[in-house]
């Protein structure tokens, strides 16, 4: 069974500062997706960024980018310029590469931006 | 506009009083799933359906059903409901043409059973 871990519960940094979150994860596959979710207070769940395993690229979402290491199975989140609205829980989360795979979420890592 | 729609959105029961929490897509998605999230323990996945008449267990199917009668409603059902089922819930739908499919999810729904 595949599992994600976040080892950061909470994180937070100054407004237009750099703060990178940590994911790990553990799978047998080859192919797959790993995702990044943004949960603000109102708890909608918000798609970041998406990274498909067989992309080398990492994947860039404006002030969003994420560091793949495929062979570290290791999926980070660096958000630039951080600003208030970044304010949320993150998740990552994994899901496999067929029709009925479910999405594997971390724990979650609780950031705050400081003004 | 693309959306799954969660129904109630914010609900207070008492233990033991049957209640369904409803959910509904407008984009013809196969793939439906509930899922709960709990503080420290991010999002567990609850029972998921592939089609019309499939539904499968997740990871935490004990104390609750689902159906599946059409393709766009997925209601999921407590039975009897206890206090370890307060939580936020979380409706979700994809086309399961690929896994790597955009995930959409409704508003959350939040129970408290006292």
């Known amino acids: 069974a595949q599992t994600v871990t976040q080892s950061q519960p909470e994180m937070s940094v100054q407004e237009a500062e750099t703060v990178t979150l940590s994911c790990t994860y553990d799978?047998?596959?080859?192919?797959?997706?790993l995702f990044w979710y943004k949960q603000p207070p109102s708890r909608q769940m918000i798609l970041v960024i998406r990274?498909?395993?067989?992309?080398?690229q990492n994947a860039t979402e404006n002030r969003f980018s994420v560091n793949f290491q495929k062979a570290a199975k290791s999926f980070s989140l660096k958000i630039s310029d951080s600003q208030l609205g970044d304010t949320a829980m993150y998740f990552c989360?994994?899901?496999?590469?067929?029709?009925?795979?479910?999405?594997?979420f971390g724990t979650g890592t609780r950031l705050t931006i400081i003004p | 506009e693309a959306q799954v729609t969660q129904n109630p959105r914010y609900l207070i029961t008492v233990t033991g009083k049957k209640l369904t929490v409803t959910c509904s897509q407008n984009?013809?998605?196969?793939?439906m799933s509930w899922y709960r999230q709990d503080p420290g323990l991010g999002l567990r996945q609850i029972y998921y359906?592939?089609?019309?008449?499939?539904?499968d267990k997740g990871d935490v199917p004990e104390g609750y059903k689902v159906s599946r009668k059409e393709k766009r409603n997925f209601p999921l059902i407590l039975e009897s409901p206890s206090p370890n089922q307060t939580s936020l819930y979380f409706c979700?739908?994809?086309?399961?043409?690929?896994?790597?499919?955009?995930?959409?999810f409704g508003e959350g729904s939040w129970l408290t059973v006292v």
């Open positions: 984009m013809n998605h196969e793939y």
């Open positions: 979700a739908s994809r086309p399961t043409s690929a896994s790597g499919n955009t995930i959409y």
């Open positions: 990274q498909e395993a067989y992309k080398q």
């Open positions: 799978t047998s596959e080859n192919n797959y997706y």
């Open positions: 989360a994994f899901i496999g590469p067929f029709g009925n795979e479910k999405l594997t």
């Open positions: 359906s592939m089609n019309v008449e499939v539904t």
